[in-house]
């Protein structure tokens, strides 16, 4: 089992920045990759970045690519999702999600677990 704590959310005026951060503990050494989604009230669950935990390539969504920044402290066990430049339409539930699957996928279901999820709201 793997335990995820997301903390970081919060409220940002447009153009601003906050750093999300997610603190993995348990069976850590079977984690393969660590990533973030993102759900807005009454849409699906999306991709937004992931990050390979062993060698550390990263990996974006389109929309925000050159905005947001993810990175890990394997000594911690933690990982980050900076994001900066936020826009309106950022404003959603952050989750963090471990996948132990080493193929690398951005569909929400075929990741292992998952954190309780932390609000950022960025308003206009």
């Known amino acids: 089992q793997v335990q995820l704590v997301e903390s970081g959310g919060g409220l940002v005026q447009a153009g601003g920045s906050l750093r999300l951060s997610c603190a993995a503990s348990?069976?850590?050494?079977?984690?393969?990759?660590m990533g973030w989604f993102r759900q807005a009230p009454g849409k699906e669950r999306e991709w937004v970045s992931s990050?390979?935990?062993?060698?550390?390539?990263?990996y974006y969504a389109d929309s925000v690519k050159g905005r947001f920044t993810i990175s890990r402290d394997n000594a911690k066990n933690t990982v980050y999702l900076q994001m900066n430049s936020l826009k309106p339409e950022d404003t959603a539930v952050y989750y963090c999600?471990?996948?132990?699957?080493?193929?690398?996928?951005?569909?929400?279901?075929?990741?292992?677990?998952w954190g309780q999820g932390t609000q950022v709201t960025v308003s206009s």
């Open positions: 999600a471990a996948r132990l699957g080493v193929v690398r996928t951005v569909i929400p279901r075929l990741w292992d677990y």
């Open positions: 348990g069976r850590t050494s079977s984690i393969s990759a």
């Open positions: 990050i390979n935990w062993r060698i550390g390539s990263t």
